[in-house]
């Protein structure tokens, strides 16, 4: 093991529920891929501690804020489920029903087909706050959710690969919520397009825009990348088998920038996650429901 990742562990299992920043206070998302990457990593026992702040954090609702002590938005209820299924399933069904009847009752708001706008607006996604429009990132989070649970073929995971899809930019990658405005196609970035082809791996799309977008994020990587965009991207690619050959010196360098810059146990997490390439259990949840 890289010296750099046996320190971020380390860091990691002193307090797995944490805060985007150093003491600051914990949140859902990076408690939540903290945990992941312990318990990848064979540090189970450290990851526990995330299991006891989601239990606090979980709303009567059955939804999860971004903190314990804020309510909303809820989008990252996702996480939490992914965190029950994979660390204790059969302690946490009631919690997992409860957030799977929330996210099932979640939807983003629809719009009526305008020229101005490329992507099908009356696609039903999920949206990062009630009462707004579906974005990509959390429509792939939730879908990662309905598969972490086995409920691929649910009518809302259907469509939330419907609505990935369309959102592939013609060329490849995706931006976080739209294709054209106005006639001007949106610029790729690399964070949105790793995390919807996670969440779309296994998924077939005869238009040739997914493989465009693989193609794309492969060639987009290199040493300015950032942390977390470069271990979603690491994400998306080996979840459709695709070879990183510079992988392990882009994740050292990325290390290095985060030690020196905020040292954010967010994109720490992020790291350790992707150091484990196919062995990462995000990717490992795109694995159980996919025919072989």
Known sequence: MDDWLQTVLDDLAKSSACGYLPQQTAATEPSVLAALALNGHGRTEAAQAVLDYLARAQQTDGSVGVRATEATPGWPTSLAVIAWQ?????????RIARGMK????????????????????????????????????????????????KQRSHPRAAEAVRLLIDRQLPDGGCNYGNTTVLGQTLRPHVQPTGI????????SDPSGRMEKSLTWLKWSLGSRTTASSLSWALHGLHAHGREVPQAAELLRGA???????????HKFALLALAALGEQSPLIGITRMDTPA
């Open 86 to 94: 994979l660390f204790a399933a059969d302690q946490h069904q009631g």
């Open 102 to 149: 929330w996210i099932s009752g979640m939807h983003g708001e629809t719009l009526e087909r305008s020229p101005e706008m490329g992507h099908n607006t009356l696609l039903d996604g999920w949206p990062w706050a009630a009462g707004t429009h579906s974005w990509l990132e959390p429509t792939a989070f939730h879908l990662l959710a309905y598969r972490a649970v």
């Open 196 to 203: 919807a082809l996670l969440a779309l791996a296994g998924e």
């Open 255 to 265: 290390y290095q920038r985060v030690q020196s810059h905020d040292q954010s146990p």
